[in-house]
């Protein structure tokens, strides 16, 4: 049997063509030494051939002791070049500066910045008679520049990490969304068709008792099996039709009907484009929105209900607000509010429920940008 054949990688796929690029800063180095001859040539090459080996090796570690090791090699190698053969070597400094950024922790991230910015200006310290008078002094420039783009990059790396977190965080939120919904069905089958199947059960007994002794009563009893077990056939394709995924523009709309049918009016101002929302967001906030309206359509006694949606400061608020008689003892507790906090929680986000000439219904949301 052939074993496959393991494919070699110059660089990890997973930052493209980025490495290969940097490789064209490798052709003035080669030229600087190819001036050189004998031994020095030869240790020059041998040299720069390490320096290419540390760029490949460091893009397959991001941080550990080896890590570091191939960091010191490199400035090690860009002090002797600059030192013992030309000051131009000290362009080098850019690939280990690209590297410095990927340091985690900031106390050794300024310790290798440190140490790049001593190799950088110890040669030309030591030179500093020749640098000076050949004008040389564009050299500072760009060693102020390899200095600062760590910086830069840092922050560059830091936004695509935390891009990635908040991917990675969606979608375990969207796990949860899923289980949670599994649990909030598992709980309306016990609660409703739990007692109509128990009925159903209890009625065919009593059919079975009473088929020799009252056969009258046992077709009433049958037709009232058959009237229970349609009533439970309605509520699995009630349950079933809330299982898909409504979007939050879909929830207020279908919102809008339900109050429309109940006399009570309704108004939604709309301070954002509710399209551009997250659909993890989207799906916990449709159901905090319908539990809402379906609590003041059930007991506010309502006759005006107010849905106001705005997005500020990287979060999102959503109020509901009617003018009817208020939650009253322990109903706050009651009615969905326990499930709705349960679910903003998923999200990090925040319910408040205020009494005042009626009920308002607070919900925060942050959401972060992956723009």
């Known amino acids: 049997m052939l074993k496959k054949i393991r494919e070699i990688e110059i660089f990890p796929k997973r930052y493209g063509y980025f490495p290969y690029v940097f490789l064209i800063y490798f052709i003035m180095p080669f030229y600087y030494i190819s001036t050189e001859q004998g031994w020095k040539m030869f ?27 191939w960091i010191v090699g490199q400035l090690l190698i860009i002090l002797i070049l600059s030192v013992f053969y030309n000051l131009n070597f000290l362009f080098l400094g850019f ?17 290798a ?51 990635k977190k908040l991917e990675e965080a969606n979608e ?41 002794k009252d056969a009258q009563k046992a077709r009433d009893e049958a037709l009232e099996i058959a009237k229970t077990s349609r009533i439970a056939l309605m509520q699995v394709r009630e349950l079933v039709s809330e299982m898909r995924t409504k979007t939050l523009a879909e929830e207020i709309i279908e919102a809008e009907a339900l109050l429309h049918a109940a006399g009570i009016t309704y108004e939604v101002e709309e301070r954002t484009d509710v399209n551009t929302i997250p659909i993890v967001l ?81 919900i925060y949301v942050p959401v972060v940008s992956g723009g």
């Open 43 to 69: 240790i020059g090459y041998l040299l720069l051939f390490i320096f290419f080996i540390s760029y490949r090796k460091l893009y397959f570690l991001i941080e550990g002791h080896m890590f570091h090791q």
């Open 113 to 163: 910045l440190g140490g790049l910015t001593i190799t950088l200006l110890f040669p030309i310290l030591l030179h500093l008679p020749y640098v000076l008078s050949n004008g040389y002094y564009i050299l500072f420039m760009f060693i102020v520049i390899m200095i600062a783009s760590p910086f830069g990059i840092r922050s560059m790396y830091r936004k695509l990490e935390l891009e």
């Open 282 to 362: 989207q799906s916990i906030l449709s159901m905090c929105v319908r539990e809402a309206v379906t609590n003041i359509v059930k007991h506010s006694q309502a006759k005006k209900c107010m849905l106001d949606i705005m997005k500020d400061d990287g979060a999102l608020y959503l109020t509901i607000m009617d003018d009817g008689r208020g939650m009253i003892g322990k109903q706050t507790e009651g009615n969905g509010l326990k499930g709705m906090a349960e679910r903003l929680s998923l999200i990090e986000g925040k319910l408040q429920v205020k009494n005042d000439k009626g009920t308002t219904v607070q």
């Open 172 to 212: 375990r939120i969207e796990v949860l969304v899923k289980k949670e919904e599994r649990l909030r069905i598992a709980r309306d089958l016990h609660d409703t068709l739990g007692h109509t199947l128990s009925l159903i059960t209890l009625k065919a007994q009593l059919v079975g008792k009473l088929t020799d």
């Open 95 to 111: 690939f280990t500066a690209h590297f410095i950024a990927w340091f985690p922790e900031k106390r050794t991230f300024y310790y």
